[in-house]
């Protein structure tokens, strides 16, 4: 197998799993040092409930594996040692743009701002991924602890 296809292949494998790196932001979805600790409850009624766009990651991993890419492939255009100079800088400068426009992309999540009146009179507005439905009225619960408040029936 070529070097150059071998190289592509193997950085586009590491994009996949960096990917997978994105951490969740969803209601029912616990990390590992969450999990067995104690959490805050609170009850209330939803009051109010707005769709959001939860930004995807700017690690900067899209970038680096993009540029790589990028200029792996440029350096194959263009004739002779100074074409090819330029042709892995502007696949570099390219891949990046487009590595980073990628993992935003595939990071992005649709969400849900969900105001709660609490039954003690005080309200919060707590945002997370759109993975469970709440209307006005629905009485939930809303779990705090480890730095992350989360909403559920």
Known sequence: MNKTI???ITLAACALMLSGCATSQSGSS???GQAQREMNVR???VESV?????????SGAGSTVGGVIGG???SNVGGGERGS???????LVGGAVAGHAIEEGMTKKAGFEITIKFDNGSMSAITQ??????????RVRV???GGKTRVSH
């Open 72 to 74: 792996i492939a440029g």
């Open 50 to 58: 707005r769709s959001v766009t939860i930004e995807g990651t700017k």
């Open 30 to 32: 616990y990390s590992q």
């Open 143 to 145: 779990l705090s602890g």
């Open 43 to 45: 009850m209330g009624v």
């Open 6 to 8: 071998f190289t592509l």
């Open 129 to 138: 991924e759109a993975d469970e439905q709440f209307r006005i009225g629905d």
């Open 85 to 91: 100079a330029v042709g892995t800088i502007l696949g």
